[in-house]
């Protein structure tokens, strides 16, 4: 069965550190892409980070990274030098082999301490 | 702004009604895709639009349709609403058939079913 699990309900973290949000993946697939989703309080689901899984480099988008570790079928999410407008609910999501939906996680709820 | 335009924002109905949440993609983008949160199933994708035609289903209710019109926006109807209905409902779209491509998210409308 292709699944995303989120081992973290929530995660406390002091402000300028850095976390890192883990994501397990289950699938035979050799094509698909993984993508990290942040939901602040607001509600709106942003998009992060995407890493596909021919590319040889981890992803990076400004002080969000992503470390894909095809053969343990992770792709982590870390973001560096942490702020507190990054608390919000965190997703990972895949795009399985022929499939255009995404299946999300359970998610991870994420709170910066001052 | 994801470029994803979703309205309303909020809606307040009474159970047995019908709503109609309306969805315009990003320009360029011919897939939208519908997609349900809520708080004991989480993110569960509903169905997918791909230049008007009906390119997959997911866990959607046979009381709920969607279509996409010529112009590219897609409305999601729900009929003879209950309580268990109300959830964040978001429209995402992206540029389908392409490997990699990111799927952006509306704001979501937020249904409440009294």
């Known amino acids: 069965a292709q699944k995303i699990t989120q081992t973290q309900p929530g995660m406390f973290v002091q402000e300028k550190e850095a976390v890192t949000l883990d994501c397990t993946y289950d699938?035979?697939?050799?094509?698909?892409?993984l993508f990290w989703y942040k939901q602040p309080s607001s509600g709106e689901m942003i998009f992060l980070i995407y890493?596909?899984?021919?590319?040889?480099q981890n992803a990076t988008e400004g002080r969000y990274s992503l470390n894909f570790q095809k053969a343990r079928k992770s792709a982590n999410l870390v973001i560096s030098a942490s702020q507190l407008g990054d608390s919000a609910m965190y997703f990972c999501?895949?795009?399985?082999?022929?499939?255009?939906?995404?299946?999300f996680g359970q998610g991870t709820r994420l709170t910066i301490n001052p | 702004d994801s470029g994803v335009t979703q309205t309303p924002k909020h809606l307040i109905t009474a159970t047995g009604q019908r709503v109609t949440l309306r969805c315009s993609p990003r320009?360029?983008?011919?897939?939208v895709y519908w997609y349900q949160q809520s708080l004991d199933q989480g993110l569960q994708f509903l169905i997918q639009y791909y230049n008007g035609e009906e390119r997959a289903k997911g866990n959607i209710l046979e009381r709920f349709s969607a279509q996409q019109f010529p112009d590219l926006h897609s409305e999601l109807n729900l009929s003879s609403l209950e309580l268990g209905d109300s959830a964040l409902y978001f429209c995402?779209?992206?540029?389908?058939?392409?490997?990699?491509?990111?799927?952006?998210f509306g704001q979501g409308t937020r249904l409440t079913v009294v």
């Open positions: 890493q596909g899984s021919y590319d040889e």
């Open positions: 699938t035979s697939d050799q094509s698909y892409g």
């Open positions: 999501a895949m795009r399985f082999q022929g499939a255009q939906k995404l299946v």
């Open positions: 995402a779209s992206s540029v389908a058939g392409s490997r990699g491509t990111e799927a952006f």
């Open positions: 320009s360029g983008d011919l897939s």
